[in-house]
């Protein structure tokens, strides 16, 4: 890694990230501890480069900061004036077929470690990691629940004549912030289904950020992956916040600083594991490029990603995009099932 030294107690030096615990609350960082990621290989999590000293404290403080409960939120979701997302006509407004009501059991398990760990370097790259965000005795009813009910699309587009077939299903719910209405558009967006909304809602809190679209990958082997970008899009205005949830299988995701070259930066590599999350700050849009590469094996994987559109070019763009004019495929409990062809 290239991130600058902090000189700590601790007899490793070369590449450190600040460890920030922060409040369930109020995100704003307050330094607490710092610790190392030296050199992460891919498959390391970051908390097997720990030092025992730093371990002992970080299953002290975990035995006092154990994942919340989720609190019981007795209103709807998204309150009708939320700041970003507009109420759709309906809950289900162009869902091109009924998703199921989400089961009791899930929404009871759900539950989220609201404690995340800063990972910040001098060159701008602002994330924040929180392990296991949602509770791991719930993924794999969430993962399967997604699957089976959300409508998946391969979508394939061309760039200046070159054909391209996005190598990962993929998905998108929700509208821009802007006061153009749900049916103003010549492809409708379609509302944010409520396990997502009831996932975003614990997503905003964490972050003190507010979001209005969803968007969702399923990388169903290892030859699915996404390759370096940016979603620096002029769409999410500047510096955007963007939450990154995984469920299922572990991915690397890779991510290199924009002139990576000619400032001899290295690739930064983290596995991202069930249930985690990492939200994207402030320039690292802007600076860094992330990707999930192939891998040689790998089961299934989503990704749901949520962002703030703040022009309805991000609605079309995204749209078109994760949803595309083709097939629509369905999860029949074994594998992906093209249930209407394009
Ligand atoms: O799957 C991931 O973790 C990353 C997805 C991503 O970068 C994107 O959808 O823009
Ligand atoms: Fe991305």
């Known amino acids: 890694m290239s991130i600058s030294p902090i000189k700590t107690s601790s007899t490793r030096q070369s590449s450190l990230v600040q460890f920030i615990k922060q409040t369930p609350?109020?995100?704003?960082?307050?330094?607490?501890?710092?610790?190392i990621i030296s050199s992460m290989s891919s498959d390391e999590q970051p908390s097997h480069s720990r030092t025992s000293k730093d371990l002992k404290h970080e299953e002290e403080e975990q035995a006092d900061e154990r994942p919340q409960k989720k609190p019981r939120h007795s209103s709807p979701y998204p309150p009708p004036d939320h700041p970003s997302y507009h109420l759709p006509p309906s809950p289900t407004y162009n869902?091109?077929?009924?998703?199921?009501?989400?089961?009791?059991?899930?929404?009871?398990?759900?539950?989220?470690?609201?404690?995340?760990i800063a990972i910040n370097s001098p060159h701008q790259l602002d994330l924040?990691?929180?392990?296991?965000?949602i509770d791991p005795c719930v993924t794999r009813?969430?993962?399967r629940y997604l699957l089976e009910e959300l409508p998946w699309y391969r979508v394939k587009y061309t760039v200046r004549g070159v054909n391209i077939n996005t190598p990962r299903y993929t998905t998108v719910f929700g509208k821009d912030s802007t006061d153009k209405p749900w049916n103003g558009y010549k492809v409708k967006p379609r509302a944010i289904p409520e396990i997502l909304l009831l996932l975003m809602r614990e997503v905003e809190h964490v972050t003190n950020s507010t979001f209005n679209f969803a968007l969702v990958n399923y990388y169903s082997?290892?030859?699915?992956?996404i390759s370096y970008h940016s979603d620096s899009?002029?769409?999410?205005?500047p510096e955007p916040t963007i939450a990154?949830?995984?469920?299922?299988?572990?991915?690397?995701?890779?991510?290199?600083h924009v002139k990576y070259k000619e400032l001899g930066i290295g690739v930064e590599k983290m596995v991202l594991h069930d249930g985690d999350m990492v939200v994207m700050r402030g320039k690292t849009q802007e600076m860094w490029q992330h990707a999930i590469p192939k891998r040689a094996k790998a089961e299934g994987r989503i990704n749901i990603?949520?962002?703030?559109?703040?022009?309805?070019?991000?609605?079309?763009?995204?749209?078109?995009?994760?949803?595309?004019?083709g097939g629509i495929y369905r999860w029949d409990g074994r594998e992906m099932k093209e249930m209407r062809s394009g």
């Not at 995100?27 to 610790?35: E, I």
């Not at 990154?244 to 290199?256: C, E, K, N, T, V």
């Open 25 to 35: 609350s109020k995100p704003r960082p307050s330094t607490l501890k710092r610790d």
């Open 95 to 116: 869902h091109p077929f009924p998703i199921s009501p989400v089961p009791q059991s899930l929404k009871d398990n759900l539950k989220f470690n609201t404690l995340p």
């Open 128 to 133: 924040l990691y929180f392990k296991r965000f």
């Open 141 to 143: 009813e969430l993962t």
């Open 221 to 225: 082997s290892g030859t699915d992956s």
């Open 233 to 237: 899009e002029s769409f999410l205005g």
């Open 244 to 256: 990154s949830l995984s469920l299922g299988a572990p991915r690397d995701f890779h991510l290199r």
């Open 305 to 325: 990603t949520f962002r703030k559109g703040v022009v309805p070019y991000a609605t079309v763009n995204y749209n078109t995009y994760n949803v595309g004019s």
